[in-house]
């Protein structure tokens, strides 16, 4: 978990600066669940702080503080919009999935430098079914929750952000707690990987049997298009009907590739289509089955798998 960052008393320099942009951009990405988004509002953040007269900057005794609050609210105020943009968009959203830092799309190279976001640290709590709990919270549970729990910060800084009393932002983070039990939450299981490989072959192999066998028989799988490309609108869901459904699409796209990968910090599945990464796919198990299947499909979210 991310410490609370430390008093800079002397006045940040421009290394200081792009040191706490790291923590914004972790932290923004768990509120948000969205790498664009998150890029945005750190840069906002970073505007906010520049825009501030030279004396004020100086009183501030905490810079990693103040960017941090200024962050979360600028965090809270676009979670409290997503409904109204929500509402627009195209068939399920899927929070947007981050490959491991090591997979990332030409990092490190001179034509495509690593890009800030490869700095999301993959740990729990951005695994994807982790994720798309946070997504069904309210803004001020997220945030509160986010703050607390993950980043360590104490319930009076929260109130501070949320604009609410210690106690209630208490009970908000104990409720999103209580969201994430429910949801049977668990941290990717020791042999996911062996899962997902078998349930690669099979799918290569169209072996609908197969694909039964390694789904739970209340699978649900969930497409994210965006309206940019071709994806099931609405949720797909028991085995047989999701085993039909991917062994119909290896049959429409005889070319597919399927690749193992890393999505969220855990086992995944990219899909190529003439080298270009067309879908980033995450998988929730439970009792040994696949229970939940994610396809990010929306080209604008694909983007670090992808450039």
Partial sequence: MTETPETNESGPDLAALLDERRQLINLAYRLTGSLADAEDVVQETYLRWYALPEEQRDAIESTGAWLTKVASRVCLDLLRSARHRRERYVGEWIPEPVPDRNEWVGAGTEAAPVDPADRVTLDESVNMAFLVVLDSMTPAERVAFILHDVFRYPFADVAEIVGRS??????????????????????????????????????????????????????????????????????????????????????????????????????????????????????????????????????????????
């Fill in 166 to 307: 210690p106690a209630a932002c208490r009970q908000l983070a104990s409720s999103a707690r209580g969201r994430i039990q429910s949801a049977h939450v668990h941290t990717p299981a020791a042999g996911q990987a062996e899962i997902i490989r078998d349930f690669k072959r099979a799918w290569e192999a169209k072996d609908i049997s197969a694909l039964i066998a390694l789904l739970d028989p209340e699978v649900t799988a969930v497409a994210d298009g965006g309206g940019l490309v071709t994806a099931e609108l609405h949720p797909i869901n028991g085995s047989a009907q999701v085993a039909r459904t991917v062994v119909d699409l290896a049959t429409r796209l005889p070319g597919l590739t399927l690749l193992e990968r890393t999505v969220n910090g855990s086992p995944g599945l990219v899909l190529q289509e003439d080298g270009s990464t067309v879908t980033v796919m995450a998988f929730g198990l439970e009792g040994g089955r696949i229970r939940h299947i994610w396809a990010v499909r929306n080209p604008e979210k694909l983007r670090p798998w992808t450039r």
